[in-house]
């Protein structure tokens, strides 16, 4: 889409499709990064039956890991950007600062943080990738990003649905594949439900997925969600 735009000469029309790839990137990673924080020691109990010692040592730092996965989207979407806009060279600017703070981070709080240093190392060389990347982006796409419908909302919906998939997993009491799927079920329907009472998602926005225009279109025949062209 975005390079379509680009060779009509349409730089807005390129802008805005830069500016719903950001929006919708948000909306997949936020949800999985906070739902994966959130149920990091069950998804180890159940990979590693039987090994609770597993489950215990590694569950922190998993749990911060996790939230690694947001800064991973944004990283992708705008690394395809840039690339669309024939700036290859700048991903690996970003990677590189990132990489530096990273092994900066290590060697301050391996020390004091043990286990968890290396986590939280990554964290932050994703974090200092994508605000690069976001610099970058906003230089040569000039997109205009609604930052309350695209980060504030999503992380009200992924909050909510993260505090069902926690409530949802300690209601069985115990650890097994039916709690944890009856939690991450429980999670994507209100998340999704959430999401759709917010109007975070327009139905171009859903257009936009594999398969979206049919779901975008039963949605609408049924007065669920919004069109909202852009």
Same mark, same amino acid.
């Given at each position: 889409?975005?390079?379509?735009?680009?060779?009509?000469?349409?730089?807005?029309?390129?802008?805005?499709?830069?500016?719903?790839?950001?929006?919708?990137?948000?909306?997949?990673?936020?949800?999985?990064?906070?739902?994966?924080?959130?149920?990091?020691?069950?998804?180890?109990?159940?990979?590693?039956?039987?090994?609770?010692?597993?489950?215990?040592?590694?569950?922190?730092?998993?749990?911060?890991?996790?939230?690694?996965?947001?800064?991973?989207?944004?990283?992708?979407?705008?690394?395809?950007?840039?690339?669309?806009?024939?700036?290859?060279?700048?991903?690996?600017?970003?990677?590189?600062?990132?990489?530096?703070?990273?092994?900066?981070?290590?060697?301050?709080?391996?020390?004091?943080?043990?286990?968890?240093?290396?986590?939280?190392?990554?964290?932050?060389?994703?974090?200092?990738?994508?605000?690069?990347?976001?610099?970058?982006?906003?230089?040569?796409?000039?997109?205009? =990003?609604?930052?309350?419908?695209?980060? /504030? &909302?999503?992380? @009200? #919906? $992924?909050?909510?649905? *993260?505090?069902?998939?926690? +409530?949802?997993?300690?209601?069985?009491?115990?650890?097994?594949?039916?709690?944890?799927?009856?939690?991450?079920?429980?999670?994507?329907? =209100?998340?999704?439900?959430?999401?759709? /009472? &917010?109007?975070? @998602? #327009? $139905?171009?926005?859903? *257009?936009?997925?594999?398969? +979206?225009?049919?779901?975008?279109?039963?949605?609408?025949?049924?007065?669920?969600?919004?069109?909202?062209?852009?």
């Amino acid at each position: 889409y975005i390079t379509a735009a680009r060779a009509r000469g349409d730089a807005v029309g390129a802008g805005q499709y830069v500016a719903v790839g950001i929006r919708l990137s948000a909306l997949i990673s936020l949800p999985a990064a906070l739902g994966m924080s959130v149920l990091a020691r069950p998804i180890l109990s159940f990979l590693f039956v039987g090994d609770t010692d597993m489950a215990e040592h590694a569950g922190a730092p998993l749990s911060l890991l996790a939230l690694s996965v947001f800064f991973l989207g944004l990283l992708a979407i705008t690394n395809a950007v840039l690339q669309a806009y024939g700036q290859q060279g700048r991903p690996l600017i970003a990677m590189l600062c990132g990489v530096l703070v990273k092994i900066f981070a290590l060697y301050l709080l391996t020390p004091r943080l043990g286990a968890l240093a290396a986590p939280l190392a990554t964290l932050l060389f994703y974090l200092t990738a994508v605000c690069i990347n976001f610099y970058y982006v906003f230089r040569y796409a000039m997109p205009t =990003v609604d930052w309350y419908k695209a980060f /504030l &909302l999503p992380t @009200v #919906s $992924a909050f909510l649905a *993260a505090v069902c998939a926690y +409530g949802a997993y300690r209601l069985f009491g115990t650890d097994g594949a039916i709690p944890l799927i009856a939690a991450i079920g429980g999670a994507a329907i =209100v998340y999704f439900a959430a999401g759709l /009472l &917010l109007g975070i @998602v #327009s $139905a171009e926005d859903l *257009a936009l997925l594999p398969r +979206g225009k049919r779901l975008s279109a039963f949605l609408i025949r049924h007065h669920v969600i919004r069109t909202n062209k852009i």
